[in-house]
């Protein structure tokens, strides 16, 4: 099955919206005085809950779809990796 347009666009929408959480929480992190680690956890969880849902839809995306999922794929890695390492 192939996944749809729509479908696609809101799997993005959602992922860019963890990223974009995730990476403020990094951000917080950073600071002198760090924000809520719980808040930090979460965002992580949240960021390898919407991969693994990338994951399954990269595999009915057509040629085209896939190859923007992969990118986005690898931004999720990218922060992930981040976080990780805390830079």
Same mark, same amino acid.
């Given at each position: 099955?192939?996944?749809?347009?729509?479908?696609? *666009?809101?799997?993005?929408?959602?992922?860019?919206?963890?990223?974009?959480?995730?990476?403020? &929480?990094? !951000?917080?992190?950073? $600071? @002198?005085?760090?924000?809520?680690?719980?808040?930090?956890?979460?965002?992580?969880?949240?960021?390898? *809950?919407?991969?693994?849902?990338?994951?399954?839809?990269?595999?009915?995306?057509?040629?085209? &779809?896939? !190859?923007?999922?992969? $990118? @986005?794929?690898?931004?999720?890695?990218?922060?992930?990796?981040?976080?990780?390492?805390?830079?």
């Amino acid at each position: 099955m192939m996944a749809n347009y729509n479908q696609m *666009e809101e799997l993005i929408a959602e992922i860019r919206t963890v990223m974009d959480d995730a990476q403020a &929480q990094l !951000d917080d992190a950073r $600071r @002198v005085n760090p924000g809520s680690p719980g808040d930090f956890l979460e965002a992580q969880q949240h960021l390898e *809950e919407v991969h693994l849902e990338l994951e399954k839809i990269i595999q009915s995306a057509n040629p085209e &779809q896939r !190859d923007q999922l992969l $990118r @986005v794929e690898q931004q999720i890695h990218q922060l992930q990796n981040r976080m990780i390492l805390g830079i």
